[in-house]
């Protein structure tokens, strides 16, 4: 499986690579477009226990605003877990009521993508407090779901660090990479994507379909060497 989405987003890259390069004519003078830089970053969200039973709401709220929801769970966490979670504010005065609080019932847990996901989610959530939220982003997640300073509704990442480390705290199987880049991602195109996509663009010129679009895609899709072989079973003859 990994092999076929890390195929298909080189597959995006390139496409948009060359749609953001093609060479345009401008007064018989050839304008070569800037190439894109494509990052897709993630980050963790937490619908904490108080806003459980709003879940589907807030939910909707997170779709709405852009987000990709890469991974949920619903979980109930234990006063370790919930300690680990929160070790970075271990020793503050409100230590022991966030884990009691965050141990107390099911909270749901996502993992978000998209662009900038870390600034865009802590904007959407708004401040801590409810208060100042309701006072200055009243459209807020907690300002509209929040109750105090601790139960404030909802939880996001605050670097990209953290973000990591609390993917990996919720989601052990996940595996967070980079996307290759520079050299790296010149030698996977050259050594996987471009063979491929060459060949494509060869049949396709020769079959000239009315829809080449969808014709390349389905093309691709069908001879893509990283599909997974399904061997079916053997049937006993009659």
Same mark, same amino acid.
């Given at each position: ?36 830089? !494509?990052?897709?970053? &993630? @980050? *963790? ?13 807030? +939910?909707? #709220? ?55 996901? !870390?600034?865009?989610? &802590? @904007? *959407? ?13 009243? +459209?807020? #997640? ?61 049949? *396709? ?34």
């Amino acid at each position: 499986v990994h092999g076929v989405s890390e195929f298909y987003c080189f597959i995006f890259i390139l496409f948009e690579t060359i749609t953001q390069s093609l060479v345009m004519m401008e007064d018989g003078q050839p304008t070569v477009l800037e190439k894109p830089s !494509i990052f897709v970053e &993630r @980050t *963790l969200a937490i619908i904490k226990p108080d806003a459980a039973s709003k879940s589907e709401e807030i +939910e909707e #709220i997170i779709l709405r605003s852009g987000f990709t929801i890469l991974q949920k769970r619903r979980i109930c966490l234990t006063p370790e877990q919930a300690s680990d979670l929160y070790a970075e504010h271990y020793g503050k005065l409100f230590f022991p009521s966030l884990v009691a609080f965050m141990s107390s019932g099911p909270i749901v847990v996502f993992t978000l993508a998209m662009e900038n996901a !870390i600034k865009h989610w &802590r @904007t *959407l959530i708004g401040p801590t407090k409810p208060k100042d939220a309701r006072d200055l982003y009243p +459209e807020s #997640i907690r300002a509209l779901y929040g109750t105090d300073d601790t139960r404030n509704a909802v939880h996001g990442s605050d670097s990209f660090t953290n973000a990591e480390r609390e993917i990996r705290f919720m989601f052990p199987e996940s595996t967070i990479e980079p996307i290759p880049a520079g050299q790296l991602a010149k030698d996977y195109l050259g050594k996987y994507v471009n063979p491929v996509l060459l060949k494509g663009l060869s049949e *396709l010129c020769k079959e000239k379909p009315l829809d080449p679009v969808t014709w390349l895609a389905d093309w691709l899709l069908e001879n893509n060497p990283n599909k997974p072989n399904i061997i079916e079973p053997l049937t006993p003859k009659q």
